[in-house]
Protein backbone atom coordinates (compact mmCIF):
# COMPACT_ATOMS: atom_id res chain seq x y z
CA UNK A 1 0.00 0.00 0.00
CA UNK A 2 1.61 3.21 -1.17
CA UNK A 3 -0.63 5.13 0.57
CA UNK A 4 -0.20 7.35 3.97
CA UNK A 5 -0.77 5.14 6.86
CA UNK A 6 -1.37 6.01 10.44
CA UNK A 7 -1.73 4.23 13.45
CA UNK A 8 -3.17 3.42 15.76
CA UNK A 9 -6.68 3.84 13.52
CA UNK A 10 -8.62 4.46 17.27
CA UNK A 11 -6.84 5.17 20.09
CA UNK A 12 -8.63 5.37 23.77
CA UNK A 13 -6.79 7.50 26.61
CA UNK A 14 -7.84 8.34 30.17
CA UNK A 15 -7.39 12.05 31.09
CA UNK A 16 -4.05 12.99 31.76
CA UNK A 17 -1.92 10.14 30.19
CA UNK A 18 0.05 10.85 26.55
CA UNK A 19 -1.34 9.77 23.34
CA UNK A 20 0.84 9.44 20.19
CA UNK A 21 -0.49 9.59 16.85
CA UNK A 22 1.99 7.52 13.78
CA UNK A 23 1.94 8.61 10.53
CA UNK A 24 4.48 6.88 7.34
CA UNK A 25 3.76 9.60 4.41
CA UNK A 26 3.11 7.98 0.71
CA UNK A 27 6.30 6.45 -1.11
CA UNK A 28 8.29 9.32 -2.25
CA UNK A 29 6.67 12.11 -0.07
CA UNK A 30 9.14 14.04 2.27
CA UNK A 31 6.69 16.22 3.10
CA UNK A 32 3.83 15.74 6.16
CA UNK A 33 1.10 17.72 7.60
CA UNK A 34 -1.12 16.91 10.83
CA UNK A 35 -4.47 18.22 10.73
CA UNK A 36 -7.42 17.89 13.49
CA UNK A 37 -10.98 17.71 12.71
CA UNK A 38 -13.29 18.21 15.38
CA UNK A 39 -16.89 16.97 15.17
CA UNK A 40 -19.34 18.86 12.97
CA UNK A 41 -16.06 20.68 11.56
CA UNK A 42 -13.64 20.90 8.51
CA UNK A 43 -10.30 20.02 9.11
CA UNK A 44 -7.50 22.51 10.66
CA UNK A 45 -4.16 22.80 10.00
CA UNK A 46 -1.62 22.09 13.13
CA UNK A 47 1.68 21.76 11.99
CA UNK A 48 3.80 21.16 9.08
CA UNK A 49 7.13 19.35 9.17
CA UNK A 50 9.61 17.75 6.74
CA UNK A 51 12.55 15.50 7.71
CA UNK A 52 13.99 16.66 11.05
CA UNK A 53 12.59 20.03 10.72
CA UNK A 54 9.66 21.35 11.58
CA UNK A 55 8.60 24.37 9.11
CA UNK A 56 4.91 25.59 10.48
CA UNK A 57 3.43 24.76 13.82
CA UNK A 58 1.43 27.69 13.97
CA UNK A 59 -1.74 25.25 13.71
CA UNK A 60 -0.76 23.99 17.40
CA UNK A 61 -1.60 24.27 20.68
CA UNK A 62 1.56 25.33 22.82
CA UNK A 63 1.12 23.24 25.68
CA UNK A 64 0.93 19.94 25.48
CA UNK A 65 1.76 19.26 21.92
CA UNK A 66 4.63 18.26 19.99
CA UNK A 67 5.05 16.65 16.17
CA UNK A 68 8.10 15.27 15.20
CA UNK A 69 9.22 13.54 11.24
CA UNK A 70 12.64 12.11 12.27
CA UNK A 71 15.16 11.20 9.70
CA UNK A 72 13.99 7.59 10.18
CA UNK A 73 10.89 6.67 11.36
CA UNK A 74 7.07 7.76 10.79
CA UNK A 75 6.06 10.86 12.13
CA UNK A 76 4.80 11.50 15.88
CA UNK A 77 1.89 13.82 17.02
CA UNK A 78 2.56 13.57 20.64
CA UNK A 79 -0.12 14.80 22.96
CA UNK A 80 0.84 15.39 26.84
CA UNK A 81 -1.03 15.16 30.01
CA UNK A 82 -4.81 14.87 27.16
CA UNK A 83 -8.19 16.39 28.47
CA UNK A 84 -11.60 15.62 26.90
CA UNK A 85 -11.03 18.15 24.01
CA UNK A 86 -8.44 16.28 23.16
CA UNK A 87 -10.99 13.92 21.76
CA UNK A 88 -11.18 14.24 17.60
CA UNK A 89 -9.79 12.62 14.24
CA UNK A 90 -6.24 13.42 13.43
CA UNK A 91 -5.48 13.37 9.92
CA UNK A 92 -1.64 13.71 8.87
CA UNK A 93 -1.46 14.62 5.07
CA UNK A 94 1.87 14.12 2.96
CA UNK A 95 3.00 15.57 -0.78
CA UNK A 96 5.97 16.18 -2.34
CA UNK A 97 7.89 19.70 -2.02
CA UNK A 98 4.57 21.80 -1.73
CA UNK A 99 4.21 23.88 -5.08
CA UNK A 100 0.74 25.01 -6.75
CA UNK A 101 -0.91 22.11 -8.56
CA UNK A 102 0.32 19.75 -5.82
CA UNK A 103 -2.65 17.93 -3.93
CA UNK A 104 -1.93 16.93 -0.68
CA UNK A 105 -2.58 13.32 -0.13
CA UNK A 106 -4.49 12.22 3.39
CA UNK A 107 -4.46 8.50 5.49
CA UNK A 108 -7.41 7.62 7.18
CA UNK A 109 -6.63 9.60 10.61
CA UNK A 110 -6.48 8.50 14.05
CA UNK A 111 -9.66 9.11 15.64
CA UNK A 112 -8.68 9.72 19.56
CA UNK A 113 -11.06 9.32 22.62
CA UNK A 114 -10.17 10.72 26.22
CA UNK A 115 -12.20 9.11 28.45
CA UNK B 1 -13.31 33.53 11.34
CA UNK B 2 -14.73 31.38 8.44
CA UNK B 3 -12.41 31.81 5.86
CA UNK B 4 -13.64 28.93 3.35
CA UNK B 5 -17.47 28.30 3.88
CA UNK B 6 -20.03 25.81 2.49
CA UNK B 7 -23.37 26.89 3.49
CA UNK B 8 -25.40 23.99 2.93
CA UNK B 9 -24.43 21.20 5.25
CA UNK B 10 -26.71 18.50 3.02
CA UNK B 11 -28.02 17.94 0.13
CA UNK B 12 -29.92 15.04 -1.89
CA UNK B 13 -29.97 14.34 -5.49
CA UNK B 14 -31.20 11.64 -7.40
CA UNK B 15 -29.10 9.43 -9.45
CA UNK B 16 -27.99 10.48 -13.09
CA UNK B 17 -28.93 14.12 -12.21
CA UNK B 18 -26.52 16.74 -11.36
CA UNK B 19 -24.96 17.10 -8.36
CA UNK B 20 -23.56 20.97 -7.51
CA UNK B 21 -21.74 21.74 -4.58
CA UNK B 22 -21.05 25.04 -3.66
CA UNK B 23 -18.07 26.99 -1.73
CA UNK B 24 -17.38 30.60 -0.95
CA UNK B 25 -14.25 32.21 0.46
CA UNK B 26 -13.40 35.31 2.35
CA UNK B 27 -9.73 35.33 1.86
CA UNK B 28 -8.40 37.36 -1.39
CA UNK B 29 -5.09 35.66 -1.23
CA UNK B 30 -6.60 32.20 -1.95
CA UNK B 31 -5.47 31.18 -5.13
CA UNK B 32 -5.20 27.24 -5.12
CA UNK B 33 -8.73 25.55 -4.62
CA UNK B 34 -9.60 21.81 -3.97
CA UNK B 35 -12.56 19.37 -3.18
CA UNK B 36 -11.77 16.46 -1.53
CA UNK B 37 -14.39 13.60 -0.75
CA UNK B 38 -14.91 12.30 2.34
CA UNK B 39 -16.33 8.56 3.06
CA UNK B 40 -17.21 7.77 6.95
CA UNK B 41 -14.23 6.23 8.77
CA UNK B 42 -11.36 6.97 6.19
CA UNK B 43 -9.29 10.26 5.18
CA UNK B 44 -10.39 12.57 2.93
CA UNK B 45 -9.44 11.71 -1.21
CA UNK B 46 -8.41 14.36 -3.31
CA UNK B 47 -10.99 14.72 -5.90
CA UNK B 48 -9.81 17.95 -8.29
CA UNK B 49 -8.64 21.22 -7.79
CA UNK B 50 -8.47 24.56 -9.54
CA UNK B 51 -5.67 27.44 -9.86
CA UNK B 52 -7.03 30.94 -9.81
CA UNK B 53 -5.68 31.77 -13.61
CA UNK B 54 -8.95 29.27 -14.35
CA UNK B 55 -12.16 29.48 -13.99
CA UNK B 56 -12.91 25.94 -14.91
CA UNK B 57 -11.29 22.34 -14.35
CA UNK B 58 -12.85 19.12 -15.88
CA UNK B 59 -12.42 15.70 -14.79
CA UNK B 60 -14.55 13.19 -16.37
CA UNK B 61 -17.72 13.22 -14.51
CA UNK B 62 -16.36 15.94 -12.51
CA UNK B 63 -16.04 19.88 -12.85
CA UNK B 64 -15.21 22.85 -11.07
CA UNK B 65 -16.11 26.33 -11.55
CA UNK B 66 -14.18 29.12 -10.02
CA UNK B 67 -15.78 32.88 -9.84
CA UNK B 68 -13.10 35.14 -8.67
CA UNK B 69 -14.91 38.34 -8.62
CA UNK B 70 -17.88 37.01 -6.23
CA UNK B 71 -15.33 34.78 -4.32
CA UNK B 72 -16.97 31.61 -5.03
CA UNK B 73 -16.66 28.26 -6.46
CA UNK B 74 -18.30 24.88 -7.36
CA UNK B 75 -18.37 21.72 -7.76
CA UNK B 76 -20.94 19.76 -10.65
CA UNK B 77 -20.86 15.93 -10.71
CA UNK B 78 -22.83 14.43 -13.79
CA UNK B 79 -23.99 12.19 -13.74
CA UNK B 80 -25.01 11.67 -10.21
CA UNK B 81 -23.99 7.74 -8.89
CA UNK B 82 -24.77 6.19 -5.52
CA UNK B 83 -21.19 5.70 -5.19
CA UNK B 84 -21.18 9.65 -4.94
CA UNK B 85 -22.75 9.61 -1.71
CA UNK B 86 -19.90 11.14 0.98
CA UNK B 87 -18.98 14.14 2.34
CA UNK B 88 -17.27 16.96 0.33
CA UNK B 89 -14.95 19.48 1.13
CA UNK B 90 -13.88 22.49 -0.03
CA UNK B 91 -10.02 23.93 0.75
CA UNK B 92 -7.89 26.35 -0.44
CA UNK B 93 -4.64 27.68 -0.40
CA UNK B 94 -2.56 30.78 -0.79
CA UNK B 95 0.47 30.84 -3.12
CA UNK B 96 2.64 33.35 -1.39
CA UNK B 97 3.45 32.58 2.26
CA UNK B 98 2.10 29.30 3.69
CA UNK B 99 1.55 27.83 0.28
CA UNK B 100 1.35 24.93 2.19
CA UNK B 101 -1.62 25.36 4.58
CA UNK B 102 -5.24 23.97 3.64
CA UNK B 103 -7.81 25.36 5.00
CA UNK B 104 -11.30 23.22 4.87
CA UNK B 105 -14.91 23.97 4.52
CA UNK B 106 -17.30 22.34 6.97
CA UNK B 107 -18.05 20.07 4.28
CA UNK B 108 -21.56 19.32 2.47
CA UNK B 109 -22.91 15.39 2.98
CA UNK B 110 -24.25 14.45 -0.84
CA UNK B 111 -26.42 11.86 -0.90
CA UNK B 112 -27.48 10.19 -4.07
CA UNK B 113 -30.55 8.07 -4.54
CA UNK B 114 -30.80 5.30 -6.56
Known amino acids: NAGVMQNPRHLVRRRGQEARLRCSPM?????VYWYRQLPEEGLKFMVY????????ESGMPKERFSAEFPKEGPSILRIQQVVRGDSAAYFCASSPPPALGQPQHFGDGTRLSIL | DQQVKQNSPSLSVQEGRISILNCDYTNSMFDYFLWYKKYPAEGPTFLISISSIKDKNEDGRFTVFLNKSAKHLSLHIVPSQPGDSAVYFC?????????????FGKGTLLTVNP
Open chain 1, 27 to 31: KGHSH
Open chain 1, 49 to 56: LQKENIID
Open chain 2, 91 to 103: AASASTGSNYKLT
